[in-house]
């Protein structure tokens, strides 16, 4: 049966006290335990909605921003990709550490599908059945790394806790035929209509990578940010929103430079500045976002 079949259902993990539970959530909004019992969500708190032994992200797959970034709605023939250590991964309500010594860290919003069992050479078409559910998800990036580990972006997108995910993994809904929103402090900073904007879906990309990579279940493989990926500030919140599937939510706190000398540093680079602050003058209008009237309803 495949994940875009059926109903609308969706699981999370939470905390009840100090247990783990898996939970389902009712048509009134509530959690419900396997023993009956009704929660609100904010009374508990979450876990992330998955185990992944790897997170796999694509590098440009929205139109506006490939315009934004690079002049060009499609700058590549094929998707290409990097990877997240597991370490990345945070949860609905998280916390994103700003290191001290870092001016640049950006949000992306996405949403990300989540592998539902072993999954090597399939087509396009079989994915779908290979695919557990979907989630909002934070592509977070510490843009002072621009200018080292030759492009791999490993300490860019690798940071601790830089996969925010969930609140919960959703089957029965195609997230093709959504919408995305993040926002930031209540003000839409991103928006773009998924099925206009998105070059390769999921489907295309697992059938991709699983050609030469074993995929297991719990693997998160995120999707693309559309264009106005911009730098926090601590103390800011950041929420994702997938129509029919869920919204992310995190806040941005301080953390202290790291101990040790060693290694790279941060630098604002020209390069590190044209990422995290953006080209607003690149994107065309009909695909900007009225970032001072729209606010989360």
């Known amino acids: 049966m495949s994940v875009l079949d059926g109903p609308r259902k969706e699981k999370r993990h939470i905390l009840v006290g100090d247990a783990p539970h898996w939970v389902t959530v009712n048509d009134a909004g509530l959690l419900v335990l396997d023993d009956g019992r009704e929660l609100s969500e904010t009374n508990v708190v979450h876990l992330p909605p998955c185990v992944p032994t790897k997170i796999i992200c694509p590098h440009l797959t929205y139109k506006s921003r490939g315009i934004e970034s690079r002049n060009n709605p499609q700058p590549t023939d094929n998707p290409t990709y990097f990877m997240k250590p597991v370490t990345a991964i945070n949860n609905h309500g998280g916390e994103i550490v700003k290191p001290d010594d870092c001016k640049y860290l950006n949000y992306e919003g996405e949403f990300a599908a989540i592998i539902g069992k072993e999954t090597r050479n399939v087509t396009p078409e079989e994915a779908w059945d290979h695919i557990a559910g979907f989630s909002p998800a934070l592509d977070m990036g510490l843009h002072d790394f621009r200018d080292t580990d030759s492009g791999s972006m490993l300490r860019v997108k690798g940071c601790d806790g830089f996969c925010p995910i969930g609140p919960g993994i959703v089957s029965g809904v195609d997230p093709r035929e959504q919408s995305i929103r993040t926002f930031r402090n209540g003000l839409l900073v991103q928006e773009a209509k998924i099925y ?17 990579i074993t995929l297991l279940p719990g693997d998160i493989i995120l999707t693309g940010t559309p264009c106005h990926s911009r730098s926090l500030d601590v103390g800011d919140t950041i929420e994702v929103e997938i129509t029919k599937i869920g919204k992310l939510t995190a806040s941005i706190v301080s953390g202290a430079a790291p101990r040790s000398r060693v290694g790279h540093p941060p630098s604002d680079s020209a390069e590190a500045r044209r990422v995290a602050l953006g080209n607003d003058e690149r994107v065309p209008n009909q695909l900007k976002v009225n970032y001072r009237k729209a606010k989360i309803s």
Do not use: K
Not at 199 to 204: E, F, K, L, S
Not at 205 to 210: E, F, G, K, R
């Open 196 to 212: 206009e904007e998105l070059i390769w879906g999921p489907d295309y990309m697992i059938a991709d990578l699983s050609r030469h």
